[in-house]
């Protein structure tokens, strides 16, 4: 089955203490990226990776960092969680964005809450 | 800046009855357009898409126009199920850039058996 996995689906941290959310794809797409959505905001993106080993900032990338090794796995990683980074994230894959159809993939959600 | 803008948060409406959701956009830039629907506890799903070149596209009960003049989009779905209550997501960008895609805060439809 297709599909775009996040691990864990619900976290709860403290402040300063990293965490990594992963996210994989069995798709062999090219693209992969991460957004935060907040209430009232819509889906914000963080970072994004057009291949393994590119990666490059969204609009909100502060805090976050994150790696593509593999074309399958695109982690997330918060060095210092801060109580304005509770939200919840979502990792998105995509085929070949120079593709007209720039349909998105997204896994179930990371539910973050950083105390 | 919110480059995409979803004014109703939540709309409610009788099962069998056609559900509009808007959706207005700023940048006249973009020229490809999408609906995503999101059920609780999941991620959004791909539901159906415009580019500009066209006014209207039709996928079974839902129905996507776009009035590029106005910079305004809607989506109607009829009729309405009980399972299309969801969170719909507006997105929009460019063709082969994934990374001006602009999303909505969505529109919460309920459909009332």
């Known amino acids: 089955e297709a599909q775009v996995t996040q691990n864990p689906r619900y976290l709860i941290t403290v402040t300063g203490k990293k965490l990594t959310v992963t996210c994989s794809q069995n798709m062999n797409h090219e693209y992969m990226s991460w957004y935060r959505q907040d209430p009232g905001l819509g889906l914000r993106q963080i970072y994004y990776s057009m291949n393994v080993e590119v990666t490059d900032k969204g609009d909100v990338p502060e805090g976050y960092k994150v790696s593509r090794k593999e074309k399958r796995n695109f982690p997330l990683i918060l060095e210092s969680p801060s109580p304005n980074q509770t939200s919840l994230y979502f990792c998105?894959?995509?085929?070949?964005?120079?593709?007209?159809?720039?349909?998105?993939?997204f896994g179930a959600g990371t539910r973050l809450s950083v105390l | 800046d919110q480059q995409v803008k979803q004014n109703s948060p939540s709309l409610s409406v009788q099962e069998g009855r056609i559900s509009i959701l808007n959706c207005d956009y700023t940048?006249?830039?973009?020229?490809?357009f999408l609906w995503y629907k999101k059920y609780p506890a999941e991620g959004p799903t791909f539901l159906i898409s415009?580019?500009?070149?066209?006014d209207k596209n039709e996928d079974g009960r839902f129905t996507v126009f776009l009035n590029k003049s106005a910079k305004h989009l809607s989506l109607h779905i009829v009729p309405s199920q009980p399972g299309d209550s969801a969170v719909y997501f507006c997105a929009a960008g460019r063709p082969g850039n994934n990374n001006d895609m602009r999303f909505g805060a969505g529109t919460r439809l309920t459909v009332k058996p």
């Open positions: 998105a894959s995509s085929q070949d964005t120079r593709l007209a159809k720039n349909i998105q993939y």
């Open positions: 940048n006249s830039m973009f020229d490809y």
């Open positions: 415009i580019s500009s070149i066209k």
